[in-house]
């Protein structure tokens, strides 16, 4: 936590602020309050994600309006220099307001939107869910756009289903004939343990190959290699998958695997330590909050352990550990110090269905337990301000609480 502190000090110090940015230089970031921007108004960047480029931050994320989820503006972009004080952009992705046919026309459903900088080509590369107007969560498609500079402006390149016509990376002979021998029409009862049994063999995987997997709840993550691996809920939000993106990050390579089948993921939050990659998760239960999930896995490509429980812990009555604090997962960022030393951040929105754009946000500062699990626990305050961190091993307490878990 000193090491957080000192990176924002010297941070804020190496910062000249505009003149708008003086203003409102002390605002204190307080976990689930309203956060406002160097202009004065609450950040509007849900579901959103950060970028580091050029020693500065950016932060994308869904503009909401008020009265309703869909996007009319398009998605957002701030710039920090010390993580708490961010200046809105020029709209980083812009829906079209002309062409009512366009897959991103105003009005779509726009969520989660990650960029990551693209080595190979020099460019910036974002990624979302898109559900075309109209048409409800139907259509679960992964968007791409891609720009020169990092705040954009973001050009549209497509929208599509994931991976059409292939199959699953790694499956034996004898898998390919169960999931084959699935038809959707054979099981019109969801939630039966014949359905049960065959989502886990692949039931909307194979309903799906033709016209490519749904993808809904998303996130990129860049690999030590440069490799980018698209994370996303499909079949139905009930399985996980992990596809390999092409080298310019622009497609998919279609090497991909199904992760946790039937356990109804949703917010895939993913980040490698202690030589495992790390898979924070929620339930699948709309805009309210459910308890987090943790998955781990030596190799991006499995064999992928858990759920291994709940990391949230040390919540408070106002914030409890079993609704990950009222929120639901959109990123772990790794955040390096000078010396090298990271920490992972957990980024959360608090939702506000009533009001969209008055969501919130949490920043929780991952902590390690001594077996290298990680947990969550509630941090009232961060960013430059002192941590109330006390607890240790608190995962394994709640481990033993909850029987059902893997591990
Ligand atoms: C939960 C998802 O995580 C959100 O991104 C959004 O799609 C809501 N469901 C919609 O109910």
Redesign the pocket.
């Known amino acids: 936590m000193k090491r957080i502190f000192s990176l924002l000090l010297l941070a804020s110090l190496a910062l000249s602020p505009t003149p708008a940015m003086a203003q409102t230089q002390n605002a204190r970031f307080v976990q689930g309050g309203i956060w406002p921007d160097t202009d004065g108004h609450h950040i509007n960047a849900h579901?959103g994600g950060l970028l580091e480029y050029g020693g500065r931050f950016y932060w994308f994320g869904e503009e909401k309006a008020s009265h309703t989820?869909s996007a009319l503006t398009g998605v957002s972009v701030y710039v920090s220099d010390n993580l708490r004080d961010w200046q809105k952009l020029p709209t980083a992705l812009a829906v079209d307001t002309v062409d009512e046919t366009s897959p991103i026309a105003r009005g779509c459903?726009l969520?989660?939107p990650k960029v990551v900088f693209c080595e190979r080509t020099g460019k910036f590369v974002m990624w979302f869910?898109l559900e075309l107007k109209g048409q409800g969560?139907g259509a679960a498609l992964a968007g791409v756009a891609q720009a020169d500079r990092p705040e954009g402006p973001y050009r549209f390149v497509r929208a599509e289903r994931v991976n059409a016509g292939i199959l699953p990376f790694g499956m034996s002979d004898a898998d390919i004939d169960a999931m084959f021998a699935l038809n959707a029409a054979d099981y019109p009862d969801w939630w039966t343990p014949k359905w049960r049994d065959a989502v886990g063999k692949g039931l909307f995987c194979r309903r799906d190959l033709k016209g490519g997997q749904m993808a809904?709840?998303q996130q990129i993550y860049v690999d030590d290699d440069g490799t980018a691996y698209h994370i996303y809920?499909s079949e139905e939000n009930l399985t996980l998958q992990i596809a390999e993106l092409t080298p310019d990050y622009l497609s998919h390579t279609g090497k991909y695997i199904r992760v946790a089948p039937g356990h109804q993921n949703?917010?895939p939050c993913i980040f490698r330590h202690g030589g495992y990659y790390w898979l924070v998760c929620?339930g699948?239960?709309?805009?309210a909050p459910n308890a987090a999930r943790l998955y781990r896995a030596r190799s991006i490509w499995g064999p992928w352990e858990g759920n291994l429980c709940n990391p949230c812990c040390e919540g408070t009555a106002e914030r409890p550990a079993d609704k990950t604090f009222l929120a639901?997962g959109t990123q772990i960022f790794p955040l390096r110090n000078a010396a090298g030393d990271t920490t992972f951040v957990f980024m959360a929105?608090e939702?506000h269905?009533k009001n969209h754009a008055d969501g919130r946000y949490l920043w929780l500062p991952i902590r390690f337990d001594d077996e290298g699990i990680p947990e969550i626990p509630f941090t009232p305050d961060f960013l430059g301000h002192r941590s109330q961190v006390t607890g240790h091993n608190c995962w394994r307490l709640l481990r033993s609480a909850q029987p059902n878990c893997d591990l």
């Open positions: 579901g989820s459903t969520e989660r869910h969560y809904r709840d809920s949703e917010a929620s699948c239960t709309g805009w639901q929105d939702w269905p």
